[in-house]
């Protein structure tokens, strides 16, 4: 099928279109809609006339953006008129949404008039937080966004201007950096002189470009004082008194090049006669005024950027508008000014010498991603943009004076944007910040590998864990230092060589002499066997947690744990769990991953563990005790070992929230309970549910994995004397640091005791 019948199926099939509007409030009773509408619906209305401001309180003001078009200047597709644009409109919806939870409405406009334009986005005011002009040609689109801008108390940002200008000159600023040049002393090339274009060089100007060394190109040729054919007022700020003339004239010796104008503007020729360590932006759509391939065919010192998706160092505007909206929506912004765009700029240049996360590797095929010529400019589907960019915009906003609504709290606010990406996100955070009050010492038996070096690097900036690396010196500072990653201070412990290892040996073999271990094979063990000489260091206090298992079975991590620090007094074994993370709710599954044929007392052990794992996560825990059977429906050896484990439960852990044996749809499923079982202590809501097998649990999570889009947290482990955790060999660096903090959560709770 050809990528044209993809695109017009994925817009007419099913629902036409790509946009819908759904109700964030309940409308299933007669008493919600008497709430929704008419007669409840007059109380925000006259809050509003006595305060305007409650606009913001009452109705979805504050989280809305219109989208505004003429149709005049689509893409690479030129005047195709208001309607034909509509498409690129609501996928401008599409990406508010997906990448900043900003709500759109797409207004198409059937007019060139520009005074016609101020006037009906002006009068709808009242309705939207901001303003998004799109697709608007030049240089109409830049009086229509100066006078919507004086006339209006929202914010107004015309994307195709300030947005690529924004991304482009991230992108240059760190270029520079890479080749050792300041911006003051480069020759910059600005082919194309619309929207975009003018917007780049006027940036570039802000960063501090002398306007003599820069030069500006349109279809006739380079813009120069005293030019007067094809000019405007916004070309005439940027005529530089030169005598070139054409664009190849002004390339000679140039450092930087931004082309915002048509595919093959820029030859082979041209690129040769560029200075050394040259940078080329080459961003007309949908093909670039020059290829990254053609250009590095002239020369290998060049440092290319497009807007395609195909070629590293995209300029895509995604990168922008939603976070430079949110930032401003959230602030109550009067307007979207130069401080605001310059923070969004300075932003994501910064974020491009950051380590990159796996989950960012893998969306782009799991290729190496890291800070130099080829990585400039953040990804699009890097999740930290929004967490970047959108504080940095809201406090420029507020130092800049036009935020309505201060943010008093920023890192509360960066946990609320991280909630806007998912559950997921919220329910770590609240784990992490629990870490991050009293950090403790994780020892790492995987010292060497690069997910766990990158993982101990965010480890020790945002203050959750102390790790400690267990491993060849020479081999892990090594790795350290081709990963580009600061990890001084951190300790680093070799086995082989260690000064402390004869006390472990000692004590090892005092504790297993009767197992069947002789002294020699305590010390090839401590020696050659990390994780018995982690599992040695909490043993002994020299550590507070450990975590190992990336590149190990599960039974081959468990057991030097089990053997040097055992379990828990008065537990029949260790237990393991699975927190489920969906988009609204979480789910902790129990047991997952130890015990295959648990007795009922065992399982009463796991519902009590889990539920205190559940507190953990600021999650009231309402337990359901699974079976085939609901309140004895069957009657079976099966269903009968889990009515005696909820009895066991209930015996033991009498405050606690729990019932069964039952079904699991029952025990999630609130109408059906309060029609069949009302007598039940849950009300179809649980979230931990315990399985009657190892074999139904581990099933059930990953399908529900895989199938149901949950996001998985664990193994978490429960039951040991001192708190060791186990990874999974698919885990990425975001799995470790989240399984960290879950240790050192458990270390607190142990020195608390």
Known sequence: MSKRQDALDYHSSGRKGKIEVITTKPCATSRDLSLAYSPGVAEPCLEIEKDPAMAYEYT?????????????????????????????????????????????????????????????????????????????????????????????????????????????????????????????????????????????????????????????????????????????????????????????????????????????????????????????????????????????????DVIVGTGRSDYNNQVNNVLCFPFLFRGALDTHATAINDEMKMAACLALANLAKQDVPDSVRKAYGNVEISFGREYLIPKPFDPRVLLHVAPAVAKAAMDSGVARRPIENMEKYKEHLEALQGRSKEIMRTLINKAKAQPKRVVFPEGEEEKILRAAQVLVEEGIAIPILLGDLKEINDKIQELGLDLKGVQIIDPATSDIRGEYIDELFELRQRKGITRAEA??????????????MVQHGDADALLSGLNHHYPETIRPALEVIGKQEGLSKVHGLYMLVFK????????????????????????????????????????????????????????????????????????????????????????????????????????????????SGNICYKLLNKLGGAETVGPILMGMKKPVHVLQRGDDVGDIINMAAVAVVDAQELADR
């Open 60 to 300: 979805a003001k504050g989280n809305l953006v219109a989208v505004v078009s003429n149709g005049t200047a689509v893409l690479g597709l030129g005047d195709i008129g208001a309607m034909a644009g509509k498409p690129v409109m609501e996928g401008k919806g599409v990406l508010f949404k997906r990448f900043a939870d900003v709500d759109v409405f797409d207004i198409e406009l059937n007019t060139k008039d520009s005074d016609e334009i101020i006037r009906t986005v002006k009068i709808l005011e009242p309705t939207f937080g901001g303003i998004n002009l799109e697709d608007i040609k030049g240089p109409e689109c830049f009086y229509i966004e100066e006078e919507l801008k004086k006339i209006m108390n929202i914010p107004v940002f015309h994307d195709d201007q300030h947005g690529t200008a924004i991304i482009a000159n991230a992108g240059l600023i760190n270029a520079l950096e890479i080749v050792g040049k300041k911006i003051e002393d480069v020759k910059i090339v600005v082919n194309g002189a619309g929207a975009a274009g003018i917007a780049c060089a006027n940036m570039a100007l802000v960063l501090g470009a002398k306007p003599e060394n820069l030069y500006a190109c349109d279809t006739k040729g380079v813009i120069y004082k005293g030019r007067q054919e094809g000019m405007n007022p916004f070309k005439e700020r940027l005529a530089n008194d030169t005598a070139a003339r054409t664009l190849e004239d002004a390339m000679a010796g140039a450092d930087v090049f931004f082309g915002v104008s048509a595919k093959g503007a820029v030859t082979p020729e041209m690129v040769k006669s560029m200075a050394k360590d040259p940078v080329i932006f080459a961003m007309a759509n949908p093909d670039p005024e020059i290829t990254p391939d053609e250009a590095k065919a002239v020369r290998d």
């Open 584 to 695: 609204k709710q979480v789910v902790f599954c129990a047991d997952a991953t130890v015990t295959i044929e648990p007795t009922a007392e065992e399982l009463a052990e796991t519902a009590i563990l889990t539920a205190k794992k559940a507190r953990h996560f600021d999650v009231e825990p309402k337990v359901a005790m699974l079976s085939f059977s609901n309140f004895g429906s069957a009657e079976h050896p099966l269903t009968l070992k889990v009515k005696r484990a909820t009895a066991l439960v209930k015996e033991w852990a009498p405050d606690l929230i729990v019932d069964g044996e039952i079904q699991a749809n029952v025990a999630l499923d609130p109408e059906l309970t309060a029609i069949q079982y009302p007598f039940s202590k849950l009300k179809g809501d649980a979230n931990v549910l315990i399985f009657p097998d190892l074999q």
């Open 523 to 536: 010390k090839r063990l401590i020696k050659k066997n990390r994780n018995y000489y982690g599992a040695m």
